[in-house]
């Protein structure tokens, strides 16, 4: 097992958790942690581990902090 | 020509007399409007090396066709003059109701001149227009002086108005509209407040012919459903407003914190988005047509009112090491009473803070107020301070270069041609400091917002680290703001519009027959023609750079640890892109294919 973070942000936030330290199986994809704790890859605009746009193919690191937003701007 | 009223209104404020002129319409074309069209005339009637707060100066209040036309965000306008901060062309945008109406009066463009003896303010009430005493407004806030206006004038007229801070010439001044949307940036409000200009009100009983209602439902029934769908215009910006991109800056670690000095805040999610929605938030604003709704209506203590953007949490909060969101919310209240632009006014109180730190500012200059990274005190106070020109105020009413040049420091000025850079990191996002090097009016975002392919993945993904392809998004995104800025509708539309759809509106307008590219060719000569501009005032090439510390002192920690701007990796090229010599001057040929 490895342990990680994840972030959520904006409409992400459900029940207003905006981030939990979660153990999970090595060899583990973001697509498939995305699974595992319910949300879906289409709401998710952007994908950052560790600050760096990330594939969802990318298999996890002890460590990494996985940050999800939907979409969103500004200026 | 549909799409245009074609009167300018020419006010000479020396004697005090006004004149109608006849909008040339094949010129118009040629430009658009908005700021296309004021930076042609500013090129026509001012000599670019005008000082800019003297009468010969001028200030052009630009409408564009969509400009109170039934299309999306169509209630946009444009300030155009000479900058006293930069010295260079200064056009700045603003929203809210007041721009469509000045279309609704008749008119398309104001063009002041001179400068009154006195202090008056304009009112035209469709034909009708008069200069009128301000005597009793002069010194009064943005919002006293709008209300005073509101009540002695017609019902529904619109107020734009300059506070204390374009009054005592402050060189970051904003013109305010609507009491809290501002033209902010290259200190515009300075040149209206050095002609004694303190308000326009304005009252418009007309609307602008349109050519064909079919085809103008057509059209809003396609753009409007593309604004809709799409994530950021549709959901995104409606829901946080601007000030979702706190968080997202943070993580990526490009928030810049404690004037440049870091890049990653570790008490962002205290001024980010997501708590000014779930704590501040009373309601959601739009401007004129708006479909997106991205202003914050919020309530702090027993105060409510119009809530800080993004770059305001950041101006206030990261960037001063604050993280105590009532603060920010009065300081930015403050700058809309004092009429002061928010980004350059939290970046200098940033930088006074470094020069205080390092020992540049004495104690006996702060007269008793705090100046300390994440103290939040007293920044609404040194706000007021700024804008009524008292004390150390005064100077850091200036901004942050001159601030720092007066102590001999302007390294700690984190500008680009003297305009206060915004809250984007730009060692963490190579394309936008590219944007920043080469900006028209400096150290400006919104003339090509490179942070959609960099960070938001839209309309495409880049990486953020990468510099080969920038300098083409680059020119490309620059090009296609000062179309939009020359239309009249709002840049967000740009989340979910491209160039082909610009010219559908424009075509279904005002009767053109535009394409896509056709509108990036414009763009490129507005582009081209502020170049010139800021070439004829002095502004040399040699000033598209970035501060030192971008360039050279590495972000410390966090996700962009390690990194600098590689401007030199594509200055060059982005001058080739443009067609320019590789001094970065446009060439003769480039000048007479834009028909320049």
């Known amino acids: 097992m490895i342990k990680i973070e994840v972030r959520y942000f904006a409409t992400l936030r459900i029940d207003d958790k905006k981030k939990e330290a979660l153990e999970v199986q090595e060899d583990t994809s973001v697509d498939t942690l995305l699974g595992q704790i319910g949300v879906n890859l289409e709401d998710v605009a952007i994908l950052l581990v ?19 937003f939907p979409p969103v701007g500004g200026g | 020509m549909y799409g245009y009223n074609g009167k300018i209104l020419r006010v ?56 109170g036309n039934p299309v999306a965000t169509g209630g946009r306008y444009m300030v155009v003059t000479k900058s006293p901060l930069s010295n260079t062309i200064a056009s700045s945008n603003s929203g809210g109701k007041w721009g469509a109406e000045l279309k609704f009066s008749g008119w398309d463009i104001i063009a002041f001149e001179g400068k009154s003896e006195e202090p008056v303010y304009l009112s035209i009430d469709d034909d009708k227009v008069e200069l009128l005493s301000a005597a009793d407004l002069w010194g009064t806030t943005v919002s006293n002086t709008t209300k005073k206006l509101e009540e002695k004038h017609a019902d529904g007229c619109k107020v734009l108005a300059i506070g204390p801070g ?53 059209l809003n029934k396609k753009q409007l459903a593309k604004i809709k769908e799409n994530g950021v215009t549709g959901e995104g910006l409606p829901t946080y407003g601007t000030a979702v991109l706190v968080n997202i800056l943070n993580e990526l670690g490009s928030l810049p914190t404690n004037n440049f000095q870091e890049a990653h ?127 150390l105020g005064a100077k850091m009413a200036q901004g942050s270069y001159r601030l720092a040049d007066g102590y001999g420091v302007p390294e700690f ?50 990486d953020r680290f990468d510099t080969k392809a920038k300098p083409t998004w680059v020119k490309i995104f620059q090009d296609l703001t000062a179309a939009i800025d020359s239309l009249g509708v ?93 001094d970065g001057i446009p060439t003769e040929a480039k000048l007479k294919e834009l028909g320049l």
């Open chain 2, 265 to 391: 805040f570790d008490k962002a999610e205290e001024i980010s988005g997501e708590t000014l929605a779930d704590k501040y938030l009373i309601k959601r604003t739009a401007c004129y047509r708006c479909p997106i709704g991205c202003g914050r209506y919020v309530k702090s203590g027993d105060w409510e009112g119009g809530g800080p953007e993004y770059e305001t949490l950041w101006s206030f909060g990261s960037d001063c090491g604050i993280s105590d969101m009532d603060s920010i919310i009065m300081a930015n209240y403050w700058c809309n009473e004092m009429g002061i632009d928010t980004i350059s006014a939290g970046a200098t109180i940033a930088a006074a803070i470094e020069l205080y730190q390092k020992g540049y500012i004495k104690d006996e200059e702060l007269d008793g107020l705090k100046l300390e990274f994440g103290n939040g005190t007293d920044i609404a106070e040194w706000v007021k301070r700024m804008g009524y020109g008292q004390g």
């Open chain 2, 490 to 582: 709002c840049l967000f539309t740009s989340f979910a519009l491209g160039a082909d759809d610009y010219a559908e509106m424009y075509n279904v307008i005002a009767g053109t027959d535009f394409t896509g590219n056709d509108i990036l060719a414009i763009g490129d000569r507005i582009y081209n023609i502020e170049k010139q501009f800021n070439l004829l005032a002095g502004v040399t090439p040699a000033e598209d750079t970035l501060p030192k510390r971008l360039l050279n002192d590495p972000i410390p920690e966090g996700p962009s640890e390690g990194w600098v701007n590689k401007l030199d990796e594509m200055l060059g090229e982005y001058y080739k892109e443009r067609g320019w010599g590789e």
């Open chain 2, 413 to 462: 000025s984190m500008t680009v041609k003297k305009l206060e850079m915004p809250a984007y990191d730009p060692r963490g996002i190579m394309g936008i400091g590219l944007n920043y090097a080469t900006s028209n009016r400096g150290g400006c975002h919104v003339r090509g917002y490179t942070i959609s392919p960099e960070v938001l993945g839209l309309p495409e993904q880049l």
């Open chain 1, 50 to 68: 560790n600050g760096i746009r990330t594939p969802p193919e990318y298999i996890l690191k002890d460590g990494d902090v996985v940050s999800l």
């Open chain 2, 166 to 218: 374009g009054e005592n010439l402050s060189h970051i001044a904003a013109i305010m509209n609507d009491e809290d949307r501002a033209a902010g940036r290259s200190g515009v409000g300075a040149v209206m407040g050095s002609k004694n200009l303190k308000a326009i009100v304005v009252k418009g009983s007309g609307k602008p012919d349109v050519p064909d209602q079919d085809r103008i439902k057509e």
């Open chain 2, 12 to 67: 000479n404020l020396t004697d005090g007399s006004w004149k109608t002129e006849e909008l040339d319409l094949e010129m118009a074309k040629k430009f658009i409007g908005g700021r296309g069209l004021g930076t042609k005339m500013m090129m026509d009637e001012v000599d670019p090396k005008v000082d800019p707060l003297s009468p010969e100066n001028k200030l052009f209040v630009v409408t564009g066709p969509m400009t």
